[in-house]
């Protein structure tokens, strides 16, 4: 029987193997896949069209915008994604809309704590907030009255259907929006 020198297999295996994967790199590239729903019919739909004027203004989410953030107005607001790629138009991602009927700096600083790891445990916002770290963008609106704040919020969800949002108003009545991205 002949015997085979020590790494000779190994040499042999590598010669053969034309590439290899990286299943970590691979692992974290999926992370990254995240869908969306581009449903023009929700937002054409006359029952999501916003009844109020609403003035969007618009901070880089990040520890150092936490003082630009207003203190003395609540409304509604949106975690948007804009990668920055200087030969490219302008492109955003809406992942979050959310309300407060608090103010927009408190609610900007739960946020941070999430990122930071003491804030709640929710699963998709705390994954939006790592995953993009330093290119989300936290859009606000404000609105005075409570029962506008609710009826923004719900009718934007209900016509972009956003990856992170986990309660879409228009499921209870529509059974095929419900658990959508699951």
């Known amino acids: 029987m ?3 020198a ?3 297999r190994l040499v042999l295996y590598n010669t053969i193997m034309a590439f290899d994967i990286d299943f970590a790199h691979r692992g974290l590239i999926k992370e990254h896949i995240w869908k969306f729903l ?3 019919e929700h937002w054409n739909d006359v029952a999501n069209q916003i009844p109020h004027n609403l003035n969007w203004s618009v901070v880089p989410f990040n520890p150092g915008q936490l003082n630009s953030v207003p203190n003395d107005k ?3 607001y949106c975690f948007v994604l804009k990668p920055e790629f200087s030969q490219l138009f302008e492109t955003r991602y809406l992942f979050y809309v959310g309300l407060t009927t608090r103010n927009f700096r408190t609610r900007f600083k739960e946020y941070l704590d999430d990122l930071s790891g003491n804030g709640k ?3 998709k916002g705390y994954s939006m907030l790592k995953l993009w770290d330093n290119y989300l963008h936290f859009y606000y609106a404000d609105l005075t009255d409570d029962l506008h704040i609710e ?3 719900d009718k934007l969800i209900n016509a972009f259907v956003p990856k992170v949002n986990t309660k879409i108003p ?3 009545i529509k059974a095929e929006l419900k658990y959508i991205y699951e």
Do not use: D, F, N, T
């Open 74 to 76: 609540k409304g509604i």
């Open 6 to 8: 020590k790494g000779v």
């Open 38 to 40: 581009l449903y023009p």
């Open 151 to 153: 009826e923004c919020e």
């Open 170 to 172: 228009s499921a209870k």
């Open 2 to 4: 002949m015997q085979r």
């Open 121 to 123: 445990p929710r699963m």
